[in-house]
C-alpha cells in the first residue's frame, strides 16, 4: 500500500520477474563502464549524487571500516578548484601526489600498455606527436575534469593502511557502477589529486587527510569523439592461474 524504495520493489516496477534478473544487470554495467573524456553541459542533482553515494556505501572494507570521506564539488566552488589546478599546471609546477600512484621503475609489460593508452587517446583525437600545444591543452582537460559538472574528491586518514585503499577502489568502483544505473557517466582521475595541497587549501576541514584522487561525473558527450574509444583488456590465461 505504501511507496517502497528498496531493490525488490524497484525490480517489480521495471518489469522483472524475480529479483535475481534485475541484480544481473550489473553485467551490462560492468561492460559499459569507461572513462569518459567529454561530458554534456547539464548540471546532475545533489539528490542523484546522494542516492549512487548511498548505495556505494555497502562496499566492503577490512573489519567494516568504511575508511571514505568524499566532498562533493559542483558549480562556483568546482570551477574554483579546478582553475587552480589547470593554472598550477601550465604554469609548470610538478604535481606531487601524497603517495606513489605509478611505479618508479616500470616493467616493461606495464610500459606497453601506458603508451597503448595514449596512442589510443591522441590517435582519436587526430593529436600528432609533434603537436605538443594539443598535447597539452588535452591534459590540462584533466585538471577540468574535462568539463563534468560535478567532481567527487576522495579522502583518507593518513593513519590507515594499504588495506584500506583496497577497500576504497572498492567503493570507487561501486559509484562508478551505480553512476551508469542512474544515466551518468564518470571518468576515475588520479590528477585529480596532483595537488594536493591546493586541495587543502581550498577544502580546509580536509587539511589533515590524504587526498586519494578524484572522480568527474556527469552526463556524458556521446557525440564527442573522444568518447567513441575503448582500451584493451588483456586476455584470461595472459594473468590467471588455475589450479585443481
Not at 544487470?25 to 539528490?47: G, M, Q, Y
Not at 544505473?181 to 589533515?208: F, M, N, W
Request: with cysteine; hydrophobic share 35%; aromatic share 12%.
Amino acid at each position: 500500500s505504501g511507496k517502497h524504495n528498496c531493490s525488490i520493489c524497484k525490480a517489480k516496477q521495471l518489469g522483472y520477474l524475480n529479483y535475481m534478473e534485475y541484480l544481473m544487470d550489473v553485467k551490462p554495467a560492468l561492460l559499459n563502464r569507461k572513462s569518459t573524456r567529454a561530458f554534456l553541459n547539464r548540471d546532475v542533482s545533489i539528490d542523484k549524487i546522494n542516492e549512487i553515494i548511498e548505495q556505494s556505501k555497502t562496499a566492503p572494507s577490512g573489519v567494516n571500516t568504511q575508511p571514505w570521506q568524499v566532498a562533493v564539488l559542483s558549480g562556483e566552488s568546482k570551477e574554483n578548484l579546478c582553475n587552480k589546478f589547470e593554472k598550477a599546471f601550465r604554469s609548470g609546477q610538478k604535481g606531487s601526489m601524497d603517495y606513489k600512484y605509478y611505479p618508479v621503475e616500470w616493467k616493461s609489460e606495464y610500459k606497453e600498455r601506458r603508451k597503448e593508452c595514449g596512442l589510443l587517446l591522441y590517435s582519436t583525437l587526430e593529436i600528432g606527436r609533434e603537436d605538443k600545444e594539443r598535447q597539452i591543452n588535452q591534459w590540462a582537460m584533466n585538471y577540468q575534469a574535462f568539463n563534468a559538472p560535478v567532481i567527487l574528491l576522495f579522502f583518507i586518514d593518513k593513519t590507515m593502511e594499504k588495506g584500506s585503499f583496497m577497500d576504497y577502489g572498492m567503493f570507487i568502483q561501486s559509484i562508478m557502477l551505480s553512476a551508469i544505473e542512474h544515466g551518468l557517466a564518470t571518468c576515475p582521475q588520479a590528477a585529480l589529486g596532483e595537488y594536493p595541497d591546493i586541495v587543502r587549501s581550498e577544502l580546509p576541514e580536509y587539511k589533515d587527510k590524504l587526498v586519494l584522487c578524484g572522480l568527474a561525473i556527469g552526463y556524458e558527450d556521446k557525440e564527442h569523439i573522444v568518447n567513441s574509444y575503448r582500451t584493451t583488456r588483456e586476455s584470461l590465461d595472459s594473468f590467471v592461474n588455475y589450479y585443481d
